[in-house]
């Protein structure tokens, strides 16, 4: 009890002097990575470094945080040696490749916590090195690396920290991405524009790197070009060829594999794997429904309308708000030409069992219920289609927006328009997977011609009347033909309820329905046809002006 509580006074010293920061860079040995938060199968570890000049025995050696210390074992670490040591050396190495010159012991280390922690690398009552750390929940399964640069083969490391981009998540057993090396041509990642697919490529080395030969494949398509020679800091774009953006009419995921001929220091990064994703013409796939303050029982969601000419994968697409939190859709979730999907919180929500096409968001899906930026992405990030959601779009009659979802006029409005967006008028108050309550299908419409369009209404002038010709939709309806003056008054019935085939024409002399000569200014002909068959409605109209 009495060796616990010093232990914890000590590191309470340790921690007030040093602001939760590394200590000793100088020491004997340090430590130089901790996996406090691993995947699932892989126990918990540290990582040291033997950074003198001569052999240390770690025999009366400690491993302590805030709780309790663990006895290191009795092993001799030579200059420039690495050790690990675990819960379960066997079960790390089922989970991890560690080359047979690090040494891997078993130690009942103290448990490290997921969120904050303080460990201590003790030698008898002596401090010699120390590590408080902070897992952010972004982090978490990735491994804290300490920092250092590399020169002539040796590390000079620092007292900063840093989480690993390794591709596997950690660096255990070797040099930490943390440590900047002398010749490290890192392929930094594969960005999509609606253009083009361009590979970054970059010098984190501490030295100037001469050419490298870049091979890319993509699908079945191989590409190749130099790179180089590049200054330390100096990053270049490689455009991959137009073949690659080729055939973009089309959503789809292609897979690109990114490597240099030739390793250098870092060969773990001298490989990647990535996939990109060619954007939807824009227009094409936008967001048509959303409900951001659902009942109880209900859930929120966003629903997306697929006017594409080909099936769309929303697998891994990324729902963004204006907190910059990611809503990632968790597969699978295909949407058909001309059908909706619907990226929800809740599967299981009873407006849900319905849809055919749904699927839930990680996390959790949460819109704002006052306002709200709504934004539709590509996997990779690349904006297809956004909105503010804001309530004061909901219909200025409807008592509560509880439950009541917002729904586009009609699929093809741009998003961004607040005039796009009004109050679902379905009795369920919401549509998830079908078309919206109040998309009106405009009538198609009639042609409606005037020859001459300027007329007179004298007999004996040469313009004297105009023919009015139609053109509808149907093969034959009833109609009405007016003309309107431009305050809007009926000035003459040219046709009521008339049986009229698809086209045909009808003559106006200039007369109102009195029998006199109308007045010299504009005129507007409407016709409204009713199709004999199906009664659906028609209309248009056209102007006519009455000159002397």
Request: proline share 5%; with cysteine; net charge negative.
């Amino acid at each position: 009890m009495n060796r616990i509580y010093s232990c914890c006074h000590t590191i309470a010293r340790v921690i007030l002097i040093t602001g939760f920061c590394a200590v000793g860079t100088h020491a004997q040995v340090i430590i130089t990575e901790v996996q406090p938060v691993p995947a699932a199968g892989e126990p918990e570890w540290i990582e040291l470094v033997n950074t003198s000049t001569a052999n240390v025995a770690l025999r009366s050696w400690q491993i302590c945080d805030p709780r309790g210390c663990a006895q290191l074992p009795d092993v001799e670490l030579r200059p420039g040696d690495m050790c690990v040591f675990t819960r379960d050396s066997v079960a790390l190495r089922e989970q991890r490749f560690i080359s047979d010159n690090v040494i891997v012991r078993t130690v009942a280390l103290p448990s490290l916590n997921n969120t904050t922690d303080t460990l201590l690398l003790m030698k008898g009552a002596s401090v010699v090195d120390s590590l408080a750390y902070v897992v952010r929940s972004s982090d978490r399964g990735r491994s804290i690396e300490r920092c250092g640069t590399e020169r002539n083969g040796t590390v000079a490391w620092e007292q900063r920290w840093a989480v690993s981009t390794a591709f596997d998540s950690a660096t255990c057993g070797g040099i930490n991405t943390a440590v900047v090396s002398e010749q490290d041509y890192r392929l930094r990642g594969v960005r999509t524009t609606r253009e083009r697919v361009i590979v970054m490529v970059a010098n984190d080395g501490t030295r100037v790197g001469g050419q490298r030969r870049v091979r890319c494949v993509v699908d079945d398509d191989v590409f190749d070009t130099v790179i180089g020679p590049l200054r330390a800091g100096d990053v270049v774009e490689w455009s991959l060829p137009d073949a690659v953006a080729a055939g973009r009419a089309r959503v789809q995921s292609r897979q690109i594999t990114v490597w240099f001929e030739a390793s250098d220091d870092r060969p773990e990064n001298d490989l990647l794997r990535a996939r990109c994703t060619s954007p939807p013409i824009a227009g094409t796939l936008m967001i048509n429904e959303i409900l951001a303050q659902p009942r109880s029982a209900e859930c929120d969601f966003v629903e997306i309308w697929n006017g594409t000419d080909d099936t769309v994968d929303l697998a891994d697409w990324i729902i963004e708000t204006a907190r910059g939190v990611r809503y990632r859709c968790v597969p699978p979730l295909k949407i058909p030409v001309g059908s909706f999907g619907v990226l929800c919180a809740n599967l299981s929500s009873p407006s849900m069992q319905s849809v055919e096409h749904r699927a839930r968001t990680s996390p959790t899906l949460s819109i704002t219920q006052e306002r709200d930026l709504v934004v539709l992405c590509t996997p990779e990030g690349l904006r297809v289609d956004s909105m503010w959601y804001d309530r004061q779009y909901h219909h200025p009659r409807l008592a509560s927006p509880e439950g009541v979802s917002l729904e586009k006029r009609d699929e093809r409005m741009r998003s961004e328009h607040a005039a796009a967006w009004t109050s679902c008028a379905s009795l369920e108050r919401a549509t998830p997977g079908a078309p919206n309550s109040i998309v009106q299908q405009p009538a198609s419409r009639a042609t409606l011609v005037a020859e001459p369009r300027v007329m007179s209404s004298d007999p004996i002038h040469p313009m004297f009347t105009t023919r009015i010709s139609w053109s509808i939709p149907f093969r034959q309806a009833r109609a009405r033909i007016d003309v309107l003056d431009e305050a809007g008054y009926l000035r003459q019935t040219l046709c009521n309820s008339c049986f009229i085939a698809a086209e045909g024409s009808i003559a106006w002399e200039g007369i109102d329905t009195g029998g006199r000569r109308v007045e010299p200014g504009p005129y507007v002909v409407t016709i409204l046809a009713v199709d004999a068959d199906t009664s659906d409605v028609t209309r248009g109209r056209c102007l006519v002006v009455v000159a002397e």
